[in-house]
């Protein structure tokens, strides 16, 4: 049986004699570096164990050459797949590896100095390899004194001054910072690498003139800063050099004419703003970083890859910067780059997944901008972005059919393109289709974007009731991620908004009372929040809110008339369904000021409700008059810090006080005596001179009412 020259190679590495070990090793090397096949080739040989065992050995004088150029050759493993890497994971060689960086405690001095650079070089070079996966772990990293080993080699001027080359340590510092920031998956990571001291020498490292150094520099602390206020403190107040701030070398190198060196400055900062440590120079990222990040959507490759996510971070939840965004065309720059790698990819195969990461970054840019900011909406529209939205939602990849319903989402939030563009799209379908997907966070995001799809005034609503929609929004509801619990619970509000009493009744059937009455209770207090709406609005009828919500009170007094029977039909069916105890209990409940899952927002929402049920027949009215610890609750409510519960609780006592056409005037007159003795009147009269404008509206309504009524004195 013939024997392959690969076979033998990896016989030779069990060898006794260093020369033939070392001569198999560099046969190994020059065949798998840049040769994806021979590399699998080798896995399935089994050289992975023998090249973690020469590590495991040690390094004594005569095998350094032989585990320098075992760590070549796993390094070159590790980049070939992730597959790869998890053979290295399950083959433990990332503690041997990080073994390895220890030799920079002895003497530069010493003959095997040289040898030493070699290792360490290589060591690090195949651990960032390795640590740059997903499937790497990075517990071994701060076990032993592999994290202050680490953080050593960032100490360039230490080992110049010792005698090493410095062009040497400066390559091995560029990997040890790199590796760093492939080890801030945690805010407790942040913390232990920050008290090794690598910040300080990270700082000083970007001022050392040596480009890939600076680079991997900006990206370590572009890691220890992201999301955490503390470290990006210390990262914003450390000089460099002694006299230039940090952000002030940040925002040269943003202007640098190296694109890589301008994403990392440009991450770095977006960091820094995104943990609000930046208050006197926000709006020198907005100006510079902006712009700079919306020109690198034209550079190719990696860069060109991160720059939509960096952008995305540093318009997320910020008005001003969307607003920016919109100004600098950063949405039509995306657009025409989508529409390019549409046209690039026919015929062609993406075997590196770049084109598939290029436009889930760009359709997660775009989802960002359009978040909050009706102006971006319009030009996501005019920019032709949708059919790329639909086209993701039933992508191969997974990333990009979530990210294509991120940017759903954040375009079915305007009334206008829900009316038409995304009608026009046919966006709907396919968002049913992802509530089935295997994976959690794609229910919750599909989930999430059907939520103002089924809103009233969108005509995919029945789209969406016909296709199952309700059935899978209720079953979410018992999900046990909240995410996915939120959403499905949203999207039952949603259906419920403005809905005819058959919808209601369609929705209740399945969904049950019960279920809503556990959904009141949910741990999660946005759940809660969101349930407690959806009670609220089964307790109205769909018309009488538009006048409300869009009329104001000078035309309550048609909505009463006109709709006030609507309304008692929808409060007693919810009666009827809760049980007028345990209805009134669950208010109470929600009223209560020591609970302390009760937040402002749904304090308002179940006032709102309140007040719903209060345009109910007049024994619905009397119901609420019996419950003492509702009344109390008002009139604390009224005191209330917030203008919008002051605002709904005002509401409430109008609509207690108001007489309709069916009701008996010593009936009103009775409630309203009731109430002027638990001193609502003069809390109203207190109320006259509120600072929000809408407050004093409602006292005014409210106290003509106490007027119509006034107070006997003397006997009858």
């Known amino acids: 049986m013939t024997v392959s020259k690969h076979e033998l190679a990896i016989s030779h590495l069990a060898s006794s004699e260093p020369h033939d070990r070392l001569k198999a ?40 050459q032989v585990n320098v150029q075992a760590a070549i050759v796993l390094g070159s493993f590790a980049y070939g797949n992730e597959e790869n890497v998890s053979v290295l994971v399950e083959a433990k060689a990332i503690p041997p590896l990080l073994d390895c960086l220890s030799i920079h405690r002895e003497p530069m001095g010493s003959e095997t100095s040289i040898k030493n650079m070699k290792l360490l070089e290589a060591a690090a070079r195949a651990l960032k390899a390795v640590l740059s996966s997903s499937k790497a772990p990075k517990d071994d990293v701060f076990m032993d004194q592999h994290l202050t080993d ?42 232990q690498i920050a008290a ?32 955490n206020t503390e470290l990006g403190k210390l990262i914003a107040n450390t000089k460099v050099n002694g006299d230039m701030s940090t952000t002030a070398i940040m925002l040269k190198l943003v202007r640098d004419k190296c694109p890589s060196m301008r994403l990392m400055a440009a991450t770095c900062l977006t960091n820094l703003y995104r943990a609000n440590v930046l208050p006197e120079t926000s709006a ?46 950063a949405i039509p720059r995306l657009a025409e780059i989508l529409n390019h790698v549409n046209e690039d990819e026919v015929g062609m195969l993406d075997m590196s997944g770049h084109t598939d990461k290029l436009k889930e970054n760009m359709l997660v840019a775009i989802a960002a901008m359009s978040l909050m900011n009706m102006d971006c909406r319009t030009q996501a529209i005019n920019a032709k972005v949708l059919p790329h939205v639909v086209a993701g939602l039933s992508h191969k990849s997974p990333s990009v059919r979530l990210a294509a319903c ?50 009233d005034f969108s005509p995919m609503k029945q789209t969406v009731i016909d296709n199952g929609g309700i059935e899978y929004f209720v079953n979410f509801t018992r999900s046990t991620d909240p995410h996915i619990r939120l959403n499905s619970v949203w999207a039952l509000k949603n259906l419920l908004y403005r809905a005819t009493m058959a919808s209601k009744i369609a929705v209740m059937r399945q969904l049950t009372y019960p279920r809503l009455r556990e959904l009141l209770d949910d741990q999660e207090p946005l759940v809660q929040e969101q349930a407690v709406t959806m009670f609220s609005n089964l307790v109205h009828s769909g018309e009488a809110v538009r006048v409300l919500q869009f009329r104001g009170v000078a035309r309550k007094i048609v909505w009463r008339v006109s709709f006030g029977s609507e309304n008692i039909l929808d409060v007693e069916e919810a009666f009827k369904g809760f049980g007028e105890q345990q209805l009134l209990d669950m208010l109470e409940s929600k009223f209560s000021l020591v609970s302390a899952s009760t937040s402002w927002k749904t304090i308002e929402t179940a006032l709102s409700a309140l007040a719903n049920i209060l345009c109910g027949a007049e024994r619905h009215k009397q119901i609420i008059m019996n419950r003492p610890k509702l009344l109390n609750a008002l009139l604390s409510f009224m005191d209330h810090d917030r203008a919008v519960v002051r605002c ?34 003069e809390k109203l009269k207190l109320m006259v001179s509120d600072p929000e404008l809408d407050v004093r509206d409602r006292v005014r309504t409210a106290a003509s009412h106490f007027h119509a009524h006034p107070e006997r004195i003397g006997p009858a």
């Open 406 to 455: 991120k940017c759903a989402r954040s375009l079915s939030r305007s009334v206008k393109e829900v009316r038409t563009s995304l009608v026009d799209a046919g966006v709907t379908l396919p968002l049913l289709k992802l509530l089935s997907d295997d994976s959690p966070s794609m229910q919750a995001e599909a989930c999430g974007a059907l939520c103002n799809i089924v809103l």
């Open 648 to 681: 709904a609780t005002i509401w409430c006592v109008i609509n207690l006080t108001w007489r309709d056409d069916d009701e008996s005037s010593a009936a009103v007159a009775e409630r309203v005596r009731h109430l002027r003795e638990m001193g609502f009147e």
């Open 284 to 329: 020198d990222v907005t100006l510079v970083v902006l712009p700079t990040l919306v020109k690198l959507l034209k550079e190719g490759g990696t860069v060109q890859e991160r720059a939509p996510l960096v952008l995305a971070d540093l318009v997320k939840e910020s008005e001003t910067a969307q607003r920016a965004a919109f100004d600098a065309d």
């Open 25 to 64: 090793l560099r046969f190994i090397k020059n065949s798998v570096i840049g040769n994806r096949t021979k590399k699998d080739l080798y896995i399935q040989l089994g050289a992975v164990p023998r090249l973690v065992g020469f590590l495991n050995a040690g390094a004594g004088d005569n095998d350094m």
């Open 196 to 227: 090794t001291g690598a910040i300080p020498l990270l700082i000083r490292l970007i001022g050392c003139g040596f480009a890939k150094a600076q680079e991997a520099a900006l990206d370590a602390l572009a890691s220890l800063g992201r999301q």
């Open 150 to 191: 680490l953080v050593a080699l960032l100490d360039v001027s230490s080992f110049v001054a010792h005698g090493a080359d410095e062009t040497s340590c400066v390559r091995i510092a560029e990997l040890a910072a790199s590796i760093l920031a492939r080890c801030c998956d945690t805010a407790d990571q942040q913390l």
